[in-house]
């Protein structure tokens, strides 16, 4: 009796789980490829800001303070933000604390960077605009301010930089 409890549940585990990856699959990606930067406003050392209108490549980084692959995401930037050229970077956070504390500071070559700002966006809004919350997501736009490409987790500075590199979006 136990057994046939144990595999009907089973069963009923496996056939949620299969309705659950199809109802996920389903639904339409809140930021595809070719949409436009969304226009969302975070808290920086000055005040509050919004994502500015430029000519630049913009590259987006969504951390989380407390993920070890947020920081070594940042840390590569930091050893590497000369490379970065005239590419414009956000690095937001939903860590209300975050520009207060000593973390930041190690992040100096950031910080100096004249086309990187550090930003505290609402979580909610985030999500809502750019979609799901894995950390870190990298978000490459174009000179048009189109989303090139997304990454979701830790990568390489090489592949940030064959993504800032990347021209169009591929139709």
């Not at 303070?65 to 840390?75: G, S, T, W």
């Not at 930037?77 to 973390?103: F, W």
């Not at 000179?143 to 990568?155: D, N």
Request: hydrophobic share 40%; net charge positive.
């Amino acid at each position: 009796m136990k057994k046939k409890i144990i595999a009907i549940l089973f069963v009923l585990l496996f056939i949620a789980s299969i309705v659950w990856l199809i109802v996920e699959g389903s639904k339409s990606e809140v930021l595809p490829t070719g949409s436009k930067i969304p226009t969302i406003s975070f808290l920086t050392h000055n005040g509050s800001e919004t994502i500015t209108e430029t000519n630049n490549k913009t590259f987006i980084i969504f951390f989380s303070k407390d993920c070890p692959h947020c920081i070594y995401e940042l840390k590569i930037l930091n050893e590497n933000i000369e490379r970065l050229g005239a590419t414009k970077i956000y690095l937001l956070t939903a860590d209300k604390d975050y520009l207060e504390n000593e973390e930041i500071s190690s992040f100096s070559n950031l910080l100096n960077f004249k086309n990187a700002t550090f930003g505290i966006v609402n979580k909610n809004d985030f999500e809502a605009k750019f979609g799901s919350m894995v950390l870190p997501t990298l978000y490459f736009f174009n000179t048009e301010r189109k989303l090139i490409a997304k990454i979701k987790g830790e990568t390489k500075f090489e592949r940030i930089l064959k993504e800032i590199e990347m021209k169009q979006i591929k139709n």
